[in-house]
């Protein structure tokens, strides 16, 4: 098995941005390339160790929702093949883990759908009654179903910086009435619509995040990625009761190991231990085989 990639070096094209996870090249005036690496971070920081096919299943995974909820919502994915925007040498470090997308206008915030009452939000809840200041009726439990879903959304934070949840009228000023509409209605459509089709496939979906941008004619696209266990909380539906705080599809068994390490949480995280790393990997496979019923594409 090859070893995880921690960094890409595309020499082709020019270097734009690299994030937490994915390295970002420019290609034209209208469409750059997203390599998702095999990076993870937690507790913000990203660690010096990769998780073993993650940057691959994140790709699959994202590109398998863009599919399912294209009716919602256009997306920003081309159909252009990463391999064709490459040199030939180049080849390996974007096989299965990386796609071709339009150049768009990103909108400066999160936009997170919360469906169940868990995380930050049920301690808000336990001490106000509300979540991001929205009040829900008296009584509810940990990890209990909301009556609807509630958009929460949050400002884009820096990398290793920290978002912070912002109200509606914050995003309003930031982006305007009409597109903050759009986003709120664009978000619950996606989410609600994805989460109905996970139950189906023994999945609850507790919450996510999206990203939006604008094309030039102003039109919305949610683009970067989309539901995948980097951006969504993912409850196994058959270990799932109300007061209990489910077990999680993601990098738990990373951040539960970080809590018995003598780690201030900040840069330089320590190196992962590869039984954690490979349990990390093989929970990943798992709701990726779940939800999207394909076998992963890795060499």
């Known amino acids: 098995m090859r070893a995880p990639l921690l960094e890409t070096s595309i020499k082709s094209l020019k270097k734009l941005h690299q994030g937490k996870v994915r390295d970002i090249y420019d290609i034209d005036a209208q469409t750059m390339l997203l390599v998702s690496t095999d990076r993870l971070s937690a507790f913000d920081v990203i660690l010096p160790t ?20 294209a009716n919602v919502v256009p997306n920003h994915l081309t159909g252009i093949a990463p391999e064709s925007v490459v040199a030939p040498d180049e080849i390996e470090q974007v096989k299965g883990r990386a796609v071709v997308v339009k150049k768009l206008k990103a909108l400066p915030l999160e936009a ?19 979540v991001c200041d929205i009040p829900l009726p008296a009584g509810l439990q940990l990890a209990q179903q ?13 990398v290793g910086e920290h978002d912070e949840n912002i109200s ?22 996606l989410y609600t619509q994805a989460a109905e089709y996970a139950l189906t496939k023994g999945i609850i979906i507790a919450d996510t995040k999206f ?21 969504s909380r993912f409850w196994p539906a058959d270990q799932y009761q109300v007061g209990a705080n489910p077990p999680s599809y993601d990098k738990q068994y ?13 840069a330089p995280g320590p190196e992962l231990p590869a039984d954690i790393a490979k349990r990390t990997s093989d929970k990943y496979m798992e709701a990726f085989a779940k939800l999207t019923g394909r076998t992963l594409q890795v060499d």
């Not at 909301?146 to 820096?158: D, N």
């Not at 509606?168 to 619950?188: F, N, R, S, W, Y």
């Not at 990373?254 to 900040?266: I, Q």
Request: some cysteine.
């Open 50 to 69: 990769g998780i073993p096919h993650k940057g691959a299943m994140l790709t699959q995974m994202a590109n398998f929702w863009f599919e399912q909820l």
């Open 254 to 266: 990373v951040r539960d190991w970080l809590e018995t390490c003598d780690w201030n949480k900040t």
């Open 146 to 158: 909301l009556p609807a879903p509630l958009f929460t959304p949050s400002s884009k934070a820096e």
């Open 112 to 130: 997170i759908v919360r469906g169940y009452l868990v995380g930050s939000g049920w301690k808000e809840y336990q001490a106000k009654g509300t």
């Open 211 to 231: 990203e939006f941008g604008v094309d030039a004619d102003g039109v919305l696209h949610v683009m970067d990625e989309v539901l995948t266990p980097d951006s």
């Open 168 to 189: 509606i009228p914050q995003v309003e000023a930031l982006i305007g009435k009409d597109m903050t509409a759009q986003v709120e209605k664009a978000a619950i459509a």
